[in-house]
């Protein structure tokens, strides 16, 4: 994949070792890789630069992930319309629930997925 090709992520994450770990196998895959730990950071990089999928952690310092959600839903431009999958530990179905109804497009229980099927979920978004 050329430099002009590469599909750009947003991943929010504030778990260091999950976060090393996801970020050097999306890039190793081919994607360039932006990363912050928390939502504040995550919208202000969204109104900077054109961001291709969201990787959206719920529980974060600050704003949290469903606050997030919300965020770029309600905002008037639009600050983004790039499909947002949520990893979390939350596996509840009223949180998944909340966040597909907030506009999460799929919803990944970190314990239930490896880093490869997580890769592949991605791609079926950016083809």
Same mark, same amino acid.
């Not at 600050?62 to 309600?74: R, S, T, W």
């Not at 009223?94 to 970190?110: H, M, P, S, T, W």
């Given at each position: 994949m050329d430099a002009e090709s590469k599909k750009k992520i947003l991943l929010i994450e504030d778990d260091e070792f999950l976060s090393e770990i996801l970020s050097r196998r999306l890039q190793e895959s081919g994607f360039e890789i932006r990363l912050v730990k928390t939502a504040t950071d995550g919208l202000a990089l969204l109104k900077q630069e054109k961001i291709d999928l969201i990787l959206l952690d719920l529980?974060?310092?600050?704003?949290?992930?469903?606050?997030?959600?919300?965020?770029?839903? #309600?905002? *008037?431009?639009?600050?983004?319309?790039?499909?947002?999958? @949520?990893?979390?530990?939350?596996?509840?179905? /009223?949180? +998944? #629930?909340? *966040?597909?109804?907030?506009?999460?497009?799929?919803?990944? @229980?970190?314990?239930?997925?490896?880093?490869? /099927?997580? +890769?592949?979920k991605i791609r079926e978004f950016l083809i």
């Open positions: 529980i974060l310092p600050g704003m949290n992930g469903f606050e997030f959600l919300k965020e770029i839903q #309600n905002s *008037a431009p639009k600050i983004t319309n790039s499909p947002v999958i @949520v990893l979390s530990n939350l596996g509840q179905e /009223e949180e +998944i #629930n909340r *966040a597909k109804q907030l506009g999460a497009r799929d919803y990944l @229980v970190k314990a239930h997925y490896t880093t490869k /099927e997580i +890769i592949e």
